[in-house]
Each structure stands twice: as C-alpha cells, then as structure tokens.
C-alpha cells in the first residue's frame, strides 16, 4: 500500500496530538496506543479522522493556550466548547450561531465560548462563514471618508451586492455571510434583541454620551481556523471578553478607525495644536476610563489591561509548572497603552508555534 505525504503528515500530527492530550488528561499509554492505531486504519482507509468529542474540547483549550498573542490564556481551560460538526447547512449553522451569542453574552457575565463546524476534508469545506467576527459594524466609503467600520469596507459591499441594505450610520451591525460548499454564500440578519451594546459614557466628562459612541459586549471572532491533530476546522468562532484597550485605545481610537481622540480633546478643552501638550495621551486616557467605566456600568465583563498583565503573569508561572515552554507574541502582548507599565515589556518570548492553534486562513471561495 502506498502511502501519501499528505496521509502520512496527517498521522504524524495526529499522533502528536492524541500523545499529549491523552498525557495531560492522565490517560494511560496502553489507551493512548490503541487510539492511535484505530485512528491509523481510519486515516488509511478515509485519508481523514474524526475526533471524539472530548478530544475535540481539550484540542480547542490547547490552541487558546497556544495562541501567543493572547494575553487572556490564563483561562484556557474554561472554555465551553459546543461541538456543531453535524451542521452542514447554512440555516442550522445560522441557529447554531444566535445560541453562541446568547450563550456567550449571558447577562453580560460573558462566558469563553467555542463552537466547531465540520472539519475540512480532502481541501473541502463543508462551511464557511465570511465574518470577520460574528458582531461586527459595516464600514461604507464614502469618497475619501468612511461611515462605520473601515475594517468591515470589503463584507459590507459584499452585503450589499447580495441585496443587503444598511441604515449608513456608524454602528450598523452587519448581517452573517454563511457559504456551504459549491453554493452561493447567504445572508441572515442577527435579531435585535441579540445584538447587545454598551453606549459610551465618562465618569464625569458628561459631553463624551453626546457623542453617541458605543461598542458591543462580545468580541467573537470567526474568520480563524482551528487546527488540531492535523485537523482543519475553517468555520469555529470563539470568544472570550473585551480587554478595554482593544476598544479604547484601537477600535475607537485608530486614525483609520473610529479616530475619537480630536473629539475627546475637544471635549477636555486641550490645546490640539501642540504635541508637547500631550493632549493625544490625556484624550487616550480618557476614553479608555470612559470605557472602562461604561461597561462596568453595563454589567458587561471587560478586563483592564493592569489586571490582564498579571493574571498573564499568573499563567507563565501555571506553564512553568506543568512543565510547559510559555510562548508568546511580545508585540501583540504588550497593551496599547502604558506597556513599561506591565511586567510583559520588560522581558522576551518565544514566539515558537506549537499546535493545535488558531490560523488565519483565505476568504471562502
Ligand atoms: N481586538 C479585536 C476587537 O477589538 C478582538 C480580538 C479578540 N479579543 C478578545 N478579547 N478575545 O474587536
């Protein structure tokens, strides 16, 4: 019998993978051997294997903890993992989805969430899902200004060449793009009830709620591709909850995004015409209490980047102890804001891959 590279590969990272998982939940050798025997004939007689439900969970765990540009993998094992690989229409997968967001959302005590469509198999993908994230604003350029998102420019037109027609303000939730294969990607509203948000207010700087700013409560990204065992699962959106910065120091802050900082400084009364009056910082600090602030107000769970540097630093000792490498992206770890502040500046990673992880990956096709 002939082997291919490819099957081959795929019994090394299978292999690889039931190794570990079966050590680090305590499985004895003999049932670690067998299972990789049973899943060598599977891989010989189907060129593919399935995963048992536990092993998929544990494999969805293990790549949040690999995944080194995450400053939240402390809490890599309390992800809820929802196993969806016998959805393979773009309705069910809809329902599937609406029952992640309420889950996740939860009354605002946002809980780590996972759910995982079919696998690709032999380069085909059951499914897929265009969104960059399962909540998402549209962007619309217009001329040389944009209204919106301007990450979310390429899907909105796509929504809108499929008929889709947005109300143009800033925060128009984009509607989910699901493709099954060989078939033209559909569109589906998201219910208004489900799209939780949190308006934007400050402390004390009462003209910051004029602005009519807002965000929503749970980032759940959904264009990655989850690997495990040398298993591709393109269509797997997780979330975990906001750390205040990637809201107030990025998404409403960028230039090229929601570029809050002139208004902030307007409203503060800084002098905007000199650098040396720092008045980007103060703005920058501002919005960033004012988020913080609002989603506490909200009820909505939301870390600040203080308390995410030291449950990471929480998480490297954890590693050390189990006996694991801690890697990390330093330039993805470090916060936007005061990074000299947390420990993580002040020393290096190791940005080796290990796997199962998350991938970026093209658009469907
Ligand atoms: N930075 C992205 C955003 O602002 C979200 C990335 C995932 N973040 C998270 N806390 N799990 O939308």
Redesign the pocket.
Known sequence: MSISIKTNNLLMEATHFIKKCYDELGISKDKQEKRIEDIKSEIYRTKTYSHKSFELSYGAKMAWRNNNRCI?RLLWNTLHVFDARNIFTAEAAYEKLIEHIDFAYNDGKVRSTITIFPPRINGVDPIRIWNH?LLRYAGYKNDDAVIGDSTSIKLTNMCERMGWQGKRTPFDILPLVIQEFEKSPKLFELPNELVKEVPITHPHLNDVSKLGVKWYAV?I?SDMCLEIGGIEYPMAPF?????GT??GA??LADQDRYNLLPKIAEIMGLDINSSRSLWIDKALIELNIAVLHSYQEAGVTLIDHHTAAKQFKKFEENEIKSGRNVTGNWVWLIPPISPATTHIYHKPYKNNLETPNYFYQSDPS
């Open positions: 939240g994230q980032p990204i979330n975990g909850w906001y750390m990637e809201i990025r998404n």
